[in-house]
Structure formats: C-alpha cells, structure tokens
C-alpha cells in the first residue's frame, strides 16, 4: 500500500483526497497549477539568458569600441559568437517549447471529441493521436537540447570574454 500525501495548496491548506471526489479535482487542479508554475520559471530562465546574451554582445562591442584590432579581442569576438548562438538556442528553445503545448492542446481536443477532423473516426483519432505523441516527444527532446545548448553557450562566452580582457590587461601591464 502506497503512502498519500496530502496536497498542500498554495495557500498552505491541506486538501485531502475525499469519497466525493472533490479531492480528485482538487488534486487535478493543482497538478495543472504545478505545471503551470514550472513552465513560467523555465520560461523565464529563457528570457533571462535571451536578455543577458543581448546584453553581453552590446557590452563587448561598448568595451572595443575605438580600440585598433589586435590579438586580446579574438577571444572577445568568439565570446561574441557563443552569445550570438546562445541567443538563437535559446530562441529555438522556445520555438520548440511552443510546438509541444500546440501537440499537447490538439491531443486534448482529438481525446475530447472536439477536432472535427478526426471526430467521427476512431482509427483516424488514434492515429492522429499517436503522431502527434512521437512529435510531440522529438519537440521536447529538441527543447531541451537547446535550452541546454543556450546556457553552455552563454557560459562559454562569458569563459571567452575573461580570457580577453585577462589579455587585454595582460598586454596594458607590459
């Protein structure tokens, strides 16, 4: 026999499940509350590192601005890719990111009767069904891919802008 945890809301009261089934809905409520909640927070991790790769591509080309070519600025020119690419990942992040909770809607119009397409025809709404789950797990692969691929990037970068200017002081010193 499992163990039932109680399902504390957001307002730290208690819902148990009850023999109504007022509990059931209670907990569903808050299964969708929960998701809701961890899809905000990646989405806002997203932005951050979209805004902070902006920020850090204006701010390198701030800091080289009059300065002749020389050797201490390639590693900023590379720090200046990873932020280029980190911003496209990230954007691509959500692309995908967008793409899953389309699959995900649809799946539940196609199980709710409400897609007139597939509507009057089981085979036709289990086959849809099935599509739309292998895209919709190829979408949240490719996802997190690249919200993985935005964060090392803009990792990468800041790596490669230290190593610049560490360069450029190097060079100031002598």
Not at 103 to 127: C, F, H, R, V, Y
């Amino acid at each position: 026999m499992g163990i039932k945890w109680p399902i504390v809301a957001a307002d730290n009261t208690v819902m148990n499940e009850t023999s109504d089934g007022k509990g059931a809905k209670a907990a569903a409520s808050m299964r969708q509350e929960i998701y809701r909640t961890i899809l905000a927070g990646q989405e806002r991790f997203a932005y951050f590192f979209l805004a902070a790769s902006g920020s850090a591509i204006a701010f390198a080309f701030i800091r080289t601005d009059g300065h002749s070519p020389a050797c201490w600025m390639l590693p900023i020119a590379v720090a200046v890719l990873c932020w280029g690419l980190s911003f496209y990942r990230g954007c691509e992040h959500l692309l995908f990111q967008r793409k899953v909770l389309l699959a995900n809607w649809k799946t539940l119009n196609i199980q709710g009767g409400m897609e007139p397409l597939t509507s009057g025809d089981p085979t036709l709404a289990a086959s849809a069904l099935e599509r739309l789950r292998e895209n919709a797990d190829k979408d949240n692969r490719e996802s997190r891919a690249y919200g993985r691929q935005q964060y090392v990037l803009f990792l990468l970068g800041a790596l490669f802008y230290g190593l610049g200017h560490v360069q450029h002081l190097c060079q100031l010193g002598r």
